[in-house]
C-alpha cells in the first residue's frame, strides 16, 4: 500500500528556517516525481516545488524562488523541502505527492503538516 507521510512542520518566527520530509512507502520511489504543495486558509492548494528524479531537474513557484530547495533521496524513499527565510505568507499546511508520469494527475498525497510563520 502507497504512503506519504510528511514531518516536520511547526511554529517558527519570520526569517527561520525549517526543514520538511516526506516519506514514501509501497512504491518504486525513485521512478515518480515528487512534489509539495500548500494550502493556506481560505485559500486553494497550490503548487510550492517538484523534482523529477535527482537534485538536478527542479522546478519551483515564483513565491519561493530562492528560499526553498526541494532535493530526494532515493535511497531513503524520502523528498525534503528546505525552507528559509520563511515569511507569515508561508504558513499554509504543506503536502508533499507523488506523480508517476508527466502530465498526470498526482496519485499519491500525504495528509500534510502544518507550518506556522510569526511575525
Known amino acids: 500500500q502507497v504512503q506519504l507521510v510528511e514531518s516536520g512542520g511547526g511554529l517558527v518566527q519570520a526569517g527561520d528556517s525549517l526543514r520538511l520530509s516526506c516519506a514514501a512507502s509501497?512504491?518504486?520511489?525513485?521512478?515518480?516525481?515528487m512534489g509539495w504543495f500548500r494550502q493556506a486558509p481560505g485559500k486553494e492548494r497550490e503548487f510550492v516545488a517538484a523534482i523529477i528524479w535527482s537534485d538536478r531537474n527542479t522546478n519551483y513557484a515564483d513565491s519561493v524562488k530562492g528560499r526553498f530547495t526541494i532535493s530526494r533521496d532515493n535511497a531513503k524513499n524520502t523528498v525534503y523541502l528546505q525552507m528559509n527565510s520563511l515569511k507569515p505568507e508561508d504558513t499554509a499546511v504543506y503536502y508533499c505527492a507523488a506523480q508517476r508520469r508527466r502530465f498526470e494527475n498526482y496519485a499519491y498525497w500525504g495528509q500534510g503538516t502544518q507550518v506556522t510563520v510569526s511575525s
Open positions: 509501497g512504491l518504486t520511489f525513485s521512478v515518480y516525481r
